[in-house]
């Protein structure tokens, strides 16, 4: 399509339109990961922060623009570009319905599932379909029941298509159970398709993507053409390079990612306007579009503040619908947001095992040794490093590894691959895994023996604050130990805290509220609790310098283990920045133990697999750390 394309910087409503044309008030959310609750912008002042009015403010600035557009004779498009549910409890707990019916009552007129909006299974997201009042767009995918390719709409004569497209790579961020029956055809191809159907009946055409804008569009743009340049052949990842081969499209609203941009990205070639809003509900994206009539093409577009087209939904200038705030606040009250206490009649349930542990290895192409100890708790902690490092590789040597080992728990950080985390645990069955539900990025696993081990109970504690935590709260499993005639109730508890910048504040934040969280267990008699995960702290430091004040000067209550290996040069955690960054901490319940006959210390798996080089760029930047505890009755 042929389309005339310039910036007009401009406040909306101001100034007439001719009689020509029209505006079309492009509004659009993407990554909300169920947060439409009140919260304070602690981005924007971590002290004094104003508060995001969520849910109801986006309610309120809908509905107020949608009455001054019929006073205009202007015309307003709402979508969502996925990732809805995913991220709190209000979001996950009933499976999203309430996030649906608030979607309803803002009279959303399209929706396009994201990769984690599978995370409760095709079947729950086909009945979150049918219970919408909006269509749920996806051309390229099948095994949703109901879903649509596309929608038309029509304005003052103008009909616009809209595509719905999901990102082809969902099963790297899924567990294979959720995307069981569901299948996704080549982008450029399903695209190209319905344009060509629909070419005649509509005069623009829209896509709306769970594809993303990548973080530096500048840059991924001059790499994506530094590619093509060099003749290779490479599969679409983003709606920044979807915009390339789309000289149809005239916008593509996207999501997938939780940065937002204050302007559109226009392809240099093809025109083509690809617009992302900022992820958690923290403003509404706002684009106006000057359609002329008899043309029927968008002459210009101009945004609704002079710091672009997204709109922050603070309170202080968007006062929330008072009954749409009320009724989140009455969701979040009743969403359990506290692990159970009392398991005693689930335990009750649960018959005594032998616990033998498998000490024979299916893998043998490295000497890694055995380091669980008979009638010992054996933990470890690892951050693996943006698993997996080197695809099928990296999965392949930490199957071995894992199984060399013979741990009986690991605390595992920065998974960016789901999919291919599930696969590599498929590999050794003996073991078993929790993941963390609710991390917006880099997600937390917790590895068990099946045998030793039951998940009494799972938890994300801070999940609807969690920016102290950027963006990863802990995740916290209630484990039964049954081994013999050993039965005993343990908390694990695996973190992954903010580093660089503003870490150091964010770090001290975070271990305030943890100390808090743990008070409250132990007070309850909850007191065999192991904390492990990479705290981007070193214990060395002192004062205002660190982050770890609330536990060390609580030593009646709780011990970092690590401290006794801390200043062991040949033990460091994170080699590349010689430091030590991961720790394990214990509560009182087992700190008796650890004094009389347990040990902590570093596992240098480098040292078995080829060098530090080699283990740096297969596996990780970090070592884990393990500690080994004797139990008793």
Not at 206 to 221: A, C, M, Q, T
Not at 233 to 257: M, Q
Not at 462 to 490: H, M, S, T, W
């Amino acid at each position: 399509m042929n389309r005339i394309i310039s910036l007009s910087l401009s406040v909306i409503f101001v100034g007439a339109l001719s009689g020509e044309s029209f505006r079309l008030h492009l509004l659009f959310t993407n990554n909300i990961h169920g947060a439409i609750h009140e919260v304070p912008a602690r981005f924007i002042n971590p002290e004094f922060s104003p508060i995001l009015s969520g849910g109801a403010g986006a309610y309120s600035y809908v509905n107020k623009l949608r009455k001054e557009a019929k006073v205009a004779g202007d015309f307003v498009l709402l979508t969502d570009a996925g990732n809805l549910f995913q991220g709190t409890q209000l979001g996950t707990e009933d499976g999203g319905s309430r996030m649906i019916r608030w979607m309803n009552w803002m009279r959303y007129d399209a929706f396009v599932p994201g990769v984690r909006d599978f995370d409760q299974g095709v079947a729950n997201l086909s009945r979150l379909n049918k219970e919408a009042e909006f269509p749920f767009l996806a051309a390229n995918l099948e095994g949703i029941d109901g879903i649509k390719d596309k929608k038309i709409i029509e304005f003052e004569g103008v009909k616009i298509g809209i595509i719905g497209l999901i990102t082809p790579f969902i099963k790297e961020g899924l567990l294979p159970e959720n995307y069981k029956g569901v299948k996704v055809a080549d982008l450029l191809e399903t695209l190209n398709n319905q344009i060509s159907m629909m070419r005649e009946d509509v005069d623009l055409i829209f896509v709306l993507s769970h594809l993303g804008l990548p973080y530096d569009r500048e840059i991924e743009y001059k790499k994506f053409i530094k590619k093509i340049e060099q003749n290779k052949s490479i599969p679409i990842r983003n709606a920044l390079e979807l915009a390339h081969y789309t000289n149809d499209v005239d916008v593509i609203i996207t999501g997938g990612f939780n940065k937002g941009y204050n302007t559109p990205w226009v392809d240099p070639n093809t025109h083509t306007i690809v617009v992302q809003n900022y992820g958690n509900l923290t403003g509404i994206g706002h684009l106006t579009l000057n359609i002329d009539k008899e043309k029927k093409l968008i002459k210009d577009y101009s945004f609704p503040t002079e710091r672009g087209m997204m709109v922050n939904l603070f309170t202080d200038d968007i006062w929330p619908d008072p009954v749409i705030a009320d009724t989140i606040k009455h969701w979040v009250s009743t969403v359990s947001s506290q692990l159970q206490s009392d398991y005693s009649e689930k335990i009750s349930k649960i018959d005594n095992t032998d616990c033998v542990s498998n000490k024979e290895s299916n893998y043998s192409d490295y000497s890694v040794p055995s380091l669980g100890k008979d009638n010992a708790l054996d933990i470890m902690t690892w951050n693996m490093e943006r698993f997996p490092l080197k695809g099928s590789s990296t999965m392949k040597a930490v199957a071995e590894i894992i199984q060399d080992l013979d741990v009986d728990i690991i605390g595992v950080q920065e998974v960016i691959k789901i999919g291919d985390f599930a696969e590599m645990m498929s590999w050794i069955p003996e073991y078993d895994f929790v993941l963390s539900r609710q991390s917006s990025f880099l997600e937390q696993a917790i590895i068990y023996k099946k045998n030793m081990f039951t998940v009494l109970g799972q938890d994300e504690p801070f999940a609807f604050d969690d920016y102290y935590f950027a963006g990863r709260p802990p995740l916290v499993v209630d484990f039964l130990y049954n081994c013999g005639e050993v039965k005993q109730e343990i908390c694990v508890i695996n973190m992954h805290l903010k580093c660089c910048g503003d870490g150091l504040y964010r770090r001290q934040q975070s271990m305030k509220q943890l100390h808090e969280l743990l008070m409250e267990k132990v007070s309850t008699g909850k007191n065999k609790i192991i904390a492990v995960g990479d705290w981007n702290d070193e214990l060395q430091d002192t004062g205002i310098y660190q982050s770890f004040s609330p536990f060390i000067n609580d030593r009646e209550h709780f011990l970092f283990v690590t401290e006794k290996i801390v200043n062991d040069s040949t033990q460091q955690s994170y080699p590349s920045w010689p430091s030590f960054l991961d720790h394990i901490m214990i509560s009182n319940g087992f700190i008796d133990l650890f004094e009389e006959k347990g040990t902590i210390r570093s596992v240098n798996i480098d040292e078995w697999i080829g060098g530090w080089n080699e283990y740096k760029n297969l596996i990780s930047d970090h070592r884990p750390i393990l500690l080994s505890l004797p139990i008793k009755e």
